[in-house]
């Protein structure tokens, strides 16, 4: 008997989220197709009843985990003290303690931005640019006078900080990420006007 439609569709979503995981924690490169199917659970031939590859699966991933990202919840998600900028910054640059069914986009290895596989790297570049997107939504919102170009500075900050957290130890890390969240913040005050800093990005 042939698997309903809502049933091949769950199974989708777990591979996706499975995916998104462990590309978030390890990269393209260094996870595979045993791995994921591992971690949802499922049998490495159910594969390919959804995916004609690692790449394409990549590619949807990076899709999934962007729009389950932190800042990309629905509006009345988004009108809470949680999504402040300064906890939006806080929550990313704590990618150990991030939401582990929906992990940050943010958490993908920089490498597979240059990646030599252009289907890696346009799948890479779709996600920054969703993410850029939804930030300047948000800001526009919020009275920011220049919302593309503080969206865009603030991803590739926590991009970088995230990236480069990774090869430090404790409390090397700590220390480093606190500094990065302080200047973040501070970045993302100048973009409002003075009378709208308390109530935007005040923790």
């Known amino acids: 008997m042939p698997y309903s439609p809502k049933h091949k569709e769950k199974t989708r979503q777990r591979i996706l989220q499975s995916a998104a995981k462990l590309f978030c924690a390890h990269g393209f490169d260094r996870v595979t197709l045993h791995q994921i199917m591992k971690q949802a659970n499922m049998t490495h031939g159910a594969f390919y009843a959804h995916f004609s590859g690692k790449s394409s699966l990549y590619e949807a991933a990076m899709q999934f ?7 990309a919840r629905d509006d009345k998600q988004t009108e809470g003290k949680e999504t402040h900028l300064k906890a939006m ?4 640059l704590s990618w150990s303690r991030n939401d582990k069914e929906h992990p940050s986009p943010l958490e993908f290895l920089v490498t597979d931005a ?3 596989e252009e289907k890696v790297r346009q799948a890479y570049q779709a996600c920054f640019d969703s993410l850029v997107e939804r930030l300047a939504g948000i800001l526009k919102k919020r009275g920011s006078q220049d919302a593309e170009t503080l969206a865009e500075e603030t991803v590739v900050s926590l991009v970088g900080t995230v990236a480069i957290a990774r090869s430090f130890t404790q409390p090397l890390q700590n220390d480093f990420l606190k500094r990065a969240q302080e200047r973040i913040v ?3 005050n100048s973009g409002f006007q003075k009378e709208d800093d308390s109530d935007l990005v005040k923790g």
Do not use: D, E, K, P
Not at 89 to 92: I, P
């Open 114 to 116: 240059a990646h030599t």
């Open 65 to 71: 985990a962007a729009s389950h990202a932190f800042w």
């Open 186 to 188: 501070n970045r993302l």
């Open 89 to 92: 910054v806080t929550r990313y």
